[in-house]
């Protein structure tokens, strides 16, 4: 009973994880803007950043199973 939320949360936190992270893959092969007005290698860096620790908390949340 108690590992669903585990289940849940780590189900969400790695779609969450990986989605950010193909878009911003995607979006820097384009050339296109990661975030509007901000500089590109530093919102570029902060967005994968970002994607790997959510992917991390993923891969925590199915080691407390």
Same mark, same amino acid.
């Given at each position: 009973?108690?590992?669903?939320? =585990? ?13 950010? @992270? ?5 979006? *820097? ?5 990661? =975030? ?7 919102? =570029?860096? *902060?967005?994968?950043?970002?994607? *790997?620790?959510? @992917? @991390? @908390?993923? *891969? ?6």
């Amino acid at each position: 009973m108690e590992s669903g939320p =585990a289940v849940f949360a780590g189900v969400v936190f790695a779609l969450f994880g990986s989605g950010l @992270l193909v878009w911003t893959a995607v979006r *820097v092969r384009r050339r296109e803007p990661v =975030a509007i007005g901000v500089s590109p290698v530093a919102s =570029a860096t *902060v967005t994968a950043l970002v994607s *790997v620790i959510a @992917l @991390l @908390l993923g *891969v925590w949340c199915f080691t407390r199973l």
